[in-house]
């Protein structure tokens, strides 16, 4: 029987409450030592503790996370492991240039190859599904931006996967109108976030790391060894990796000499529902007998996919934001009212259809929109962020790299251009508040503009 504390937590996602009977690890209630602590039990925690473990087999490696495993962004996400690095190649061609861009882009090809490498190797049971993925437009406007965007693709050189689709080669794979034209990407898989998560917990556990959950870190202090202190236990280490993505703005850094972690990035959050399995009529009403996954090429992105068990997931279209240090945003009927809305949009054929679940969770963004892996005052802590929406596979990667960084080891990973980047800090509460609510309300009236008369 779960308990009233992990009842609340499998709320957190239908991935969370679809994955059955969890039996969490338990809580540190001893004082311990580990050459290495890790803050966060999702995909970034887990893969840099798995990762540090192969490399260095008599290392001991702790994890500690607050909660249950999975029961960050790793256990509400869409499932989508793809290579969209930031927020648009727009964006990060405009911030960094044609050269880094390029070079992202190698490196989350390398991060959807390596998931699914990792689900093969492992034989995890994450219903991994190498489905490649469509980026729809539905007014001419959208056609226009994302005409743009397969040029630029073309022009760098890194549109080998990609091709364009349409609107009657749509029409025939979806059975909608509502799809003027798309990109078609094979390198993107789908999979069951929830199960993924665990399955790296099974593999980390099987290398000997020490997972603790229940156990948040609500102290930090830094001298000769780090010490990390948790309700009942405390962890002394010689270096210490912090995977707190969204979650950071809360963690007790204030220890840490001149460093504010809260600065590095905001949680934003992004809103999933999900409906009950489709019949075998309803699907065969609306095609999509290859089960993609599908992004739309909105400024506020709707991501959608079925899932093993013949649902429809549908995100995103809306985001929210929290002010100072308020991470109380799960839940937000408007949002969710509006992902059913768009779905049943795209496919009136499916009004009947009733919604199961709905959730949502905190992405970490970052003022440039550009993900980031750093080293804090000296080099024996790491910090992650900054991983906006689209993390799954980066995250996975990510922690490859991480465990590279720890091991002082250098490799093409470890000269990728996010570490210890130059990031542009957040300003305070109140200006960084405003600013995001500014930001979703211009991206908000761009769509708008663009679908003037769709709706
Ligand atoms: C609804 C939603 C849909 C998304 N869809 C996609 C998608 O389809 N594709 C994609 O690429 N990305 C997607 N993302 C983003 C992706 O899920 C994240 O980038 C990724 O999971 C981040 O992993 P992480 O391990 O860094 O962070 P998290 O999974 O958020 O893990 C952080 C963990 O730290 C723990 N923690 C926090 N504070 C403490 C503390 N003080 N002590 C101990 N532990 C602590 C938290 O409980 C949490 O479990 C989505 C995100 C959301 C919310």
């Known amino acids: 029987m779960p308990t009233d504390r992990q009842a609340m937590f499998e709320e957190k996602s239908f991935w969370l409450r679809d994955y059955g009977f969890y039996h969490p690890n338990k809580a540190l209630d001893s004082h311990i030592t580990a050459d290495v602590c890790i803050i966060g039990g999702g995909f970034s925690g887990l893969s840099t503790a798995y990762e540090f473990k192969k490399i260095n087999p ?17 256990g509400r996400n869409g499932g989508f492991s793809m290579k969209l690095f930031g927020l648009e190649p727009e964006v990060t061609v405009w911030r960094w240039g044609e050269q880094k861009t390029v070079e992202a882009h190698h490196y989350m090809t390398k991060a959807v190859a390596h998931v699914r490498s990792l689900n093969e190797e492992h034989n995890f049971q994450a219903d991994y599904r190498h489905t490649g993925m469509f980026r729809v437009a539905y007014s001419d406007r ?122 590095h990035q905001l949680p934003v959050w992004t809103y999933q529902i999900v409906t009950e399995p489709l019949t075998a009529g309803q699907w065969h009403s609306i095609g999509w007998q290859n089960r993609q996954a599908v992004e739309d090429n909105r400024q506020l992105v709707h991501y959608f996919r079925p899932t093993a068990d013949g649902r429809i997931t549908m995100g995103g279209g809306m985001v929210d934001v929290a002010y100072g240090s308020n991470m109380n945003k799960d839940v937000n009927p408007k949002a969710w009212q509006h992902c059913e809305d768009h779905l049943k949009w795209i496919y009136p054929q499916l009004q009947e259809v009733k919604i199961a679940y709905r959730w949502g969770g905190p992405t970490s963004v970052n003022i440039d929109m550009t993900p980031e892996i750093g080293f804090l005052n000296s080099n024996k802590i790491i910090y992650t962020c900054g991983c906006i929406g689209h993390g799954v596979s980066l995250t996975h990667l990510n922690g490859k790299l991480i465990a590279q960084l720890l091991s002082e080891q250098s490799s093409d990973l470890t000269d990728f251009w996010i570490v210890n980047r130059k990031a542009i800090r957040l300003p305070g509460d109140i200006i960084s508040w405003c600013s995001a609510k500014a930001i979703s309300q211009s991206l908000k009236l761009v769509d708008k503009f663009e679908e003037r008369g769709l709706y």
């Open 142 to 263: 959208q056609l226009k931006r994302l005409d743009n965007t397969y040029t630029l693709f073309q022009k760098l050189g890194i549109d080998s996967d990609m091709s364009w689709c349409s609107k009657d080669t749509l029409a025939a794979e979806f059975n909608t109108s509502r799809f003027l034209g798309a990109t078609y990407e094979t390198e993107t898989g789908l999979l069951n976030p929830c199960k993924q998560v665990r399955e790296l917990k099974k593999i980390c556990m099987q290398l000997g790391v020490a997972i603790y959950e229940s156990t948040p870190a609500i102290d930090i202090q830094e001298s000769i060894t780090l010490k990390v202190t948790t309700p009942k236990g405390s962890i002394t280490s010689d270096k210490l990796v912090i995977c707190t993505n969204g979650y950071t703005r809360n963690l007790p850094s204030v220890n840490l000499k001149s460093v504010n972690l809260k600065k």
């Open 58 to 74: 008599n290392a001991t490696v702790v994890v500690i996370e607050a909660a249950i495993i999975g029961y960050g962004a790793s």
